[in-house]
């Protein structure tokens, strides 16, 4: 029997659309046809870059007769989690609270009410490790569903009121203030990796928000401490194997504290964040390499995940063939002595193999490395290594590419589009405006279509079926709102507002806190809500930076009072756990800052237009135009004439405007330029 899969436009679902396992998508009817046939139901959460995920279709899901078992004892579920981060959140509190830990693939066994009574995440096919196999832990739940129900039942029950318990503590405080962003930096400060730059030990995730954040803190308060953690990390991750030092870009994590060797799988979020923090970066110390590394991973973006219908894909596979036809990881980035001979003869084969840190032993499997660069050879950056790296680049496009995940995830795309935008307006790159212009278009079309709500996830120009979260809301604002920014388009600024209003009228709790889903979407076990950042902003405060730049724009009073209600959580969260909160404490410096409203009266693209973009206030937000019009695309510009035929730049904050300019000193000036 064929699984439903194949309808779907998501392509981790598509997949498995072939395996004989008979999955369902998430959806009532197959909660329906549980209780129909009185079984429960198997949940398994992925997404299609996952390696582990890859491992145990290969080995379970692929398997006849574990299918033939599953067939007939389950009614077995697949998500992507990246299409439906309401479903993949509420499942992974339960099996995190469980266990302890998490992870993907997740494996949660439910009733026919979607209530959940067993976890785990990746099952062996044999056992192995202390694990059980998948078999055996199949065999154990259809025994205690046939023989101990209301046991089961009671479990159920237990876990779901557990959850319905858990409040948030947002805090009485009140807004963010200088003393909790201290204490936030100071204890960053005491989780500082100060050999190998970053935060934490093994696993290592770039940590982007926390890095704008300490950027921000430095351009308010001249935090030189903050600079010195941001530019380290940066430049100790851009040496790394975590970056991709032939084709540009960055991959989801280092498995050691070093950034040496990377979970090889590309992520849109990642490279995203991180080429906004490079160009920031770049902004507050003009480092060549951070310049390098932000141009580099805009046009890996473009190259590499751009689709056709001008959006960007979610992610390439951390898998692809090696030379001997086997799926494994890394195959296509890493090195042996060997095949760099190969390629570029014995000479420069071995100045490569220095240069990038390539031994006879290897840094990776079987031998290989992963490309980096050695600290003695950063500066060699001549001819030679360009050249060098342009006849590998080339060799390696020969090599069986990595799987790409063509789905088009919202919040993502914002994330893109804010990036590109930034990056393009900085580096006189008018092509990366072109593309986000490009990619904000789509949204618009595909995933607003008439009604101004948003989709989460399209593919081929299709939209899919699931709702927009928070986290879709506020970053596709933040980009619009960039896009506004650097095209003088108001348009923009228009749209951006459009989404704003339904977060303010969808999304809120009590309080001023926010929920990660609308109030009219499916209703799950529990209404997830989460302010802290994962790969990404969280959808709390990505909203909460968003409606604190709309308001600065617009003057709006119930934008900016949401933004602040938001922020209330960062007072209580900041000062304990600054590195899952980066991106609140990054809206909360734009809020101490004011922030700034920079209207500029004349060209778009001018030398004052940019010097305004260029201005390291936190969070300043930026109007430029010329002519009558200009005042009815961005209310900044009402009443704001060009001084004496000039180009004029006004800037205000707390209700206290400067006198106009035509000075570009003067405005960098005024702007911690």
């Not at 995190?96 to 995440?121: N, R």
């Not at 201290?182 to 100060?194: G, I, V």
């Not at 930034?422 to 008439?450: I, S």
Request: aromatic fraction near 8%; charge should be negative.
């Amino acid at each position: 029997m064929a699984n439903r899969l194949a309808q779907t436009t998501s392509p981790y679902l598509l997949q498995h659309a072939d395996n004989p396992v008979d999955w369902w998508p998430w959806s009532p009817q197959a909660f329906e046809e549980a209780r129909r046939r009185g079984v429960p139901v198997l949940l398994s959460v992925g997404y299609a870059s996952c390696h582990w995920c890859h491992v145990m279709a290969h080995e379970s899901f692929e398997d006849p007769a574990v299918a033939d078992y599953l067939n007939a004892h389950f009614v077995p579920v697949k998500v992507d989690r990246e299409e439906r981060p309401d479903v993949d959140a509420v499942y992974m509190e339960a099996v995190q609270a469980a266990t302890g830990q998490g992870g993907w693939p997740m494996t949660v066994f439910l009733t026919d009410e979607a209530e959940p009574f067993y976890f785990g995440t990746y099952f062996p096919p044999e056992p192995r490790h202390g694990m059980p196999s998948f078999q055996q832990v199949l065999e154990g739940v259809v025994a205690a569903w046939s023989d101990r129900r209301e046991e089961v039942a009671e479990v159920a029950g237990r876990i779901v009121r557990d959850l319905a318990g858990r409040s948030l503590a947002v805090g009485e405080g009140g807004l963010p203030g200088e003393p909790e962003l201290a204490q936030a930096l100071l204890r960053l400060t005491r989780d500082y990796d100060e050999k190998h730059g970053g935060f934490g030990g093994a696993p290592k995730f770039p940590p982007s928000m926390v890095i704008e954040f300490l950027l921000r803190h430095h351009a308010r308060t001249g935090a030189e401490g903050a600079l010195q953690m941001a530019a380290d990390s940066c430049g100790a991750m851009a040496r790394g194997g975590i970056y991709d030092q032939l084709g540009g870009g960055f991959a989801r994590y280092s498995v050691d504290r070093e950034w040496v060797v990377p979970h090889f799988e590309k992520m849109l979020y990642d490279n995203a964040l991180l080429c906004r923090v490079y160009a920031h970066l770049w902004r507050a110390t003009g480092s060549d390499l951070a310049r390098r590394v932000a141009l580099e991973t805009a046009d890996f973006m473009v190259r590499e995940l751009r689709t056709a219908e001008g959006g960007f894909a979610s992610a390439l596979d951390a898998d692809s063939e090696d030379t001997q036809g086997r799926h494994v990881e890394g195959a296509y980035y890493v090195w042996t002595p060997a095949q760099l001979r190969e390629v570029l003869g014995e000479e420069d084969a071995a100045f490569a193999a220095g240069y990038f840190g390539v031994t006879e032993d290897g840094t990776f499997e079987e031998g290989s490395s992963v490309l980096r660069l050695m600290e003695a050879g950063e500066a060699a950056d001549d001819a030679r290594v360009t050249d060098v790296r342009a006849r590998l680049l080339a060799a390696r496009e020969l090599r069986v590419r990595p799987e790409r995940d063509d789905k088009i995830v919202a919040a993502w795309n914002g994330l893109a589009i804010a990036a590109l935008a930034e990056t393009g307006a900085y580096f006189d790159r008018p092509d990366l405006v072109e593309r986000a212009t490009e990619a904000a278009d789509l949204l618009v079309r595909v995933h607003m279509g008439d009604v101004a709500r948003l989709c989460r996830t399209s593919k081929d120009g299709r939209a899919g079926d699931n709702s927009g979260v928070l986290e879709d809301y506020g970053d596709v604002a933040e980009g619009f709102l960039a896009l506004a920014s650097v095209t003088g388009e108001g348009a923009w600024l228009d749209f951006a507002g459009f989404l704003l209003d339904i977060v303010l009228e969808r999304f809120p709790g009590e309080g001023g806190q926010l929920f990660d889903t609308a109030d009219d979407a499916e209703q799950l076990i529990r209404r997830p809500q989460d302010p802290t950042d994962s790969a990404t902003p969280a959808g709390w405060t990505a909203a909460a930076g968003a409606l604190l730049s709309y308001a600065a724009h617009t003057g709006s009073e119930a934008h900016r009072t949401a933004a602040e209600g938001a922020l209330a959580i960062v007072g209580a969260l900041g000062p304990k756990a600054p590195r899952f909160i980066g991106w609140g404490l990054a809206v909360a410096e734009a809020l101490l800052d004011g922030p700034r409203e920079v209207a500029v009266a004349g060209p778009v693209a001018g030398e004052l237009h940019r010097t305004a973009l260029l201005g390291r206030a936190p969070g300043a937000v930026v109007a430029a135009g010329e002519g009558p019009d200009a005042g009815t695309e961005f209310p900044l510009l009402v009443d704001r004439p060009p001084v004496g035929g000039a180009p004029t730049a006004y800037v205000c904050r707390h209700f206290v405007c400067d006198a106009p300019t035509t000075d570009v000193r003067e405005l960098a000036a005024k702007l911690g330029g």
